[in-house]
């Protein structure tokens, strides 16, 4: 039997109400960004955002919960912003989209801040298996800027150990969403796609959960896809809504591991998917794939949900949470 899990790949939007209280307390300048030196009136409007990011997956009937990454001003940089041995300098383009971010320079060796283990410690999941995001060392490296190492494969190495080293600080947790979008935006090639899978290898030993490498924006060119399927993590997520027939052939030709996250809700597009719509879109994949013996699948959107007004969002979560449970129903 396949087990169905619910989830996401985190970076929830942050509601209305508190974007109007933040822009009062914060600004809107790029010195008034989240640095971890926010006082207790901000982190308190954090506090409150996460727990209702939290209520809204759990009402919804998500299985692995996140505390929602709202506070992360540079998406998927955040864990490299707040880290000891970077700056940050202008603003720029998230990928090919109209998200922006401050952009991390590496002036010195890196140095973990504990930042996301400290969010993650606040989030009280009531007994649901806890789920944690990060971005992957190849995205994050491909997100910023290097002074310090000079090498790029050193670098790559050096990003890793970071999020290693975050890793070590993490609460206990059931998940760990490794978020790779760069595999697809910027794929590595030749022996650097080698260094890549190396480098998520690194970040996944660091942990006893399950570790997915989610790639979305499409699909992942054949080489680096061949790379990362030497990577020892127990999933990778896919991006059915982009591009499915590259996605699906990849899968056809190289295989997959035993899990598989399902990205078969649009992160980007206001139109909600109805659980059926849902259901048959995981059912077309595992159709499409009679030679793969799959034991857990992760049903979840394609990218990460910032990019959607917030009610918009919470009726995608309701929409995988009825999806899986009348599923799961159904098995019993």
């Known amino acids: 039997m396949v087990d169905l899990i619910a989830t996401t ?23 008034d960004l989240i640095d971890g030196g926010e006082g207790p009136t901000v982190s ?36 490299l912003v707040m880290a000891d041995g970077v700056e940050t300098r202008g603003i720029v383009r998230y990928y090919d989209n109209n998200n922006f971010y401050r952009e991390p320079v590496i002036t010195d060796a890196l140095e973990p801040s504990g930042d996301v283990g400290a969010e993650l ?6 007994g649901r298996p806890v789920q944690t995001v990060l971005p992957g060392p190849y995205s994050l490296f491909d997100l910023a800027t290097d002074e310090y190492y000079q090498d790029r494969t050193d670098c790559l190495a050096a990003v890793a150990e970071l999020l290693a080293a975050e890793i070590e600080q993490l609460p206990d947790h059931e998940t760990l969403f490794l978020l790779e979008p760069s595999l697809v935006e910027n794929p590595p090639t030749d022996e650097f796609a080698a260094a890549a899978s190396q480098a998520i290898d690194r970040v996944a030993d660091a942990t006893a959960a399950s570790v997915v490498v989610h790639t979305y924006f499409g699909a992942i060119p054949e080489e680096a896809y061949a790379h990362l399927m030497d990577a020892s993590v127990d999933a990778i997520g896919f991006d059915f809504v982009t591009d499915h027939e590259s996605t699906l052939y990849n899968i056809q030709e190289y295989g997959t591991k035993s899990r598989i996250a399902l990205g078969v809700v649009d992160g980007q597009n206001t139109l909600v998917e109805s659980p059926a719509a849902i259901d048959d879109r995981v059912d077309w994949v595992r159709e499409q794939l009679p030679g793969e013996s799959f034991d857990t ?3 979840t959107s394609n990218t990460e949900l910032l990019y959607l007004p ?8 309701e929409a995988l949470g009825a999806t899986v449970a009348a599923d799961t129903e159904v098995s019993a």
């Open 9 to 31: 790949p985190g970076l929830l939007p942050l509601p209305d109400w508190a974007k109007d209280e933040l822009s009062t307390l914060k600004g809107h300048q790029k010195s």
């Open 44 to 79: 308190g409007v954090y506090d409150r955002v996460r727990q209702e990011l939290v209520d809204a997956q759990l009402s919804a009937g998500i299985d692995h919960i996140g505390e929602g990454q709202a506070r992360w001003d540079d998406m998927l940089a955040h864990p």
């Open 310 to 317: 917030m009610n918009k969002a919470i009726a995608k979560l």
């Open 297 to 299: 699948i992760y049903v």
């Open 121 to 126: 410690a606040e989030t009280d999941t009531e």
